[in-house]
């Protein structure tokens, strides 16, 4: 559970994280993976943190919310049939500890 989130800083289940984040559907917190430019979440990125029954990502985009999904990424979406809930993370993080009997993932950008 996300106990709260300050620009470059957010607390999840007890631990402060100082980097970008994702939350796999077993709950476990996890650095995001190397990728060039953390503003854009592309359809290779996001690949590998699906299983094959995820059904929801929580996609928090920064604060005030400047990351983005790459249109490769919304294929991607579409086509697996996903829920996507991008929003900026002050928000996302509220979102995903709400969603309740899911099984979800989050992904979740500390800065802009």
Not at 23 to 30: E, S, T, V
Not at 72 to 78: G, M, R, S
Request: proline fraction near 4%; charge should be neutral.
């Amino acid at each position: 559970m996300f106990d709260w989130f300050n620009f470059g800083k957010i607390k999840y289940n007890g631990e402060i994280y100082t980097y970008d984040i994702w939350i796999n559907q077993d709950g476990d917190c996890l650095p995001r993976r190397p990728v060039e430019n953390h503003h854009f979440l592309t359809a290779e990125e996001l690949q590998g943190y699906l299983r094959q029954d995820t059904t929801t990502i929580v996609f928090g985009t920064g604060d005030p919310g400047v990351a983005k999904l790459t249109e490769e990424a919304n294929d991607l979406i579409n086509s697996k049939k996903l829920e996507i809930i991008a929003e900026p993370t002050p928000k996302a993080i509220k979102t995903f500890n709400s969603l309740k009997n899911k099984k979800k993932i989050a992904i979740m950008h500390l800065t802009c």
